[in-house]
Nanobody, 123 residues
Framework: QVQLVESGGGLVQPGGSLRLSCAAS????????MGWCRQAPGKQRELVAA???????NYADSVKGRFTISRDNAKNTVYLQMNSLKPEDTAVYYC?????????????????WGQGTQVTVSS
């Protein structure tokens, strides 16, 4: 079993910054891609940023230049540094990870999601 636990959400004024963290734990052999998605009220969940196991990032156009995704493979943790926040960034942010593990001699890979953390940008 694998768990993803997010932290770092909260209320911030427009133009402010927040840093989200997501730590994976459990029966982990390897973690491949990791990323962050968000879902605002009445909207579909959308990809915000993703990062490969080698550290190559990818961003949604709406956050390029403002958000930075990074990861610490030794800690099985992914981060999202969010700067110059706007009211339209308000959403529940979810982390996800593609995790490889062994069960006996068989190798499996599954996607896991965190429980979500609320980010509210408002004056």
């Amino acid at each position: 079993q694998v768990q993803l636990v997010e932290s770092g959400g909260g209320l911030v004024q427009p133009g402010g910054s927040l840093r989200l963290s997501c730590a994976a734990s459990g029966s982990i052999f390897s973690i491949n891609g990791m990323g962050w998605c968000r879902q605002a009220p009445g909207k579909q969940r959308e990809l915000v940023a993703a990062i490969t196991s080698g550290g190559s990032p990818n961003y949604a156009d709406s956050v390029k230049g403002r958000f930075t995704i990074s990861r610490d493979n030794a800690k099985n943790t992914v981060y999202l540094q969010m700067n110059s926040l706007k009211p339209e960034d308000t959403a529940v942010y979810y982390c996800n990870a593609s995790v490889g593990y062994y069960r006996g001699t068989n190798y499996y890979e599954n996607d896991y999601w965190g429980q979500g953390t609320q980010v509210t940008v408002s004056s």
